[in-house]
T-cell receptor, first 114, second 113 residues
């Protein structure tokens, strides 16, 4: 069964700092990996989707990398802003041999202080 | 497209009552997923459908939970009878194919008193 782990569970940084969120997964038989953002009491907003054949994806100040063989992904946030404060969730979608569904990590709660 | 639409947004019910949550996926999406989110357990997959057929319901906690997808544009998750421990946020998500990511609905916050 696929297990997804996110470290750290919580992170507090001053505004302007660059930061990295980590995600690891146990089974490399995946179709893709997706990073989401969740604000308190809200739904999940997709940030980046990386296919299993890709190494990274970028959107604005966000960059996500994928190393499938080692079961790791990172989300890099450049020049953090207070508006980036939220919980960031990593999810991996299994291949047909690993159930074709998406398994989530517990998330990293990010606080960016002004 | 309006995205994945869930209703109701909030539901408060008494223990023992039947609860029905509804989801309309994005048109053309072949996959539909139901998740439950709690502080203690995070996001848990309950069941997912492919082309209206339930594929994996191993996450459904017990027989009190049931899900249906009578057509490509509608799914329900039913809890009967409801219990206080069912209180959570229930999300529906859809996806076109395996190569694409998920789009989530806004969720239904269920409180069973």
């Amino acid at each position: 069964k696929q297990e997804v782990t996110q470290i750290p569970a919580a992170l507090s940084v001053p505004e302007g700092e660059n930061l990295v969120l980590n995600c690891s997964f146990t089974d490399s038989a995946i179709y893709n990996l997706q990073w989401f953002r969740q604000d308190p009491g809200k739904g999940l907003t997709s940030l980046l989707l990386i296919q299993s054949s890709q190494r990274e994806q970028t959107s604005g100040r966000l960059n996500a990398s994928l190393d499938k063989s080692s079961g790791r992904s990172t989300l890099y946030i450049a020049a953090s802003q207070p508006g980036d404060s939220a919980t960031y969730l990593c999810a991996v979608r299994g291949s047909m041999y690993n159930n074709n569904d998406m398994r989530f990590g517990a998330g990293t709660r990010l606080t960016v202080k002004p | 497209d309006a995205g994945v639409i869930q209703s109701p947004r909030h539901e408060v019910t008494e223990m023992g009552q039947e609860v029905t949550l509804r989801c309309k996926p994005i048109s053309g999406h072949d996959y539909l997923f139901w998740y439950r989110q709690t502080m203690m357990r995070g996001l848990e997959l309950l069941i997912y459908f492919n082309n209206n057929v339930p594929i994996d319901d191993s996450g459904m906690p017990e027989d009190r939970f049931s899900a249906k997808m009578p057509n490509a544009s509608f799914s329900t998750l039913k809890i009967q009878p409801s219990e206080p421990r069912d209180s959570a946020v229930y999300f529906c998500a859809s996806s076109p194919t395996t190569r694409y990511g998920y789009t989530f609905g806004s969720g239904t916050r269920l409180t069973v008193v």
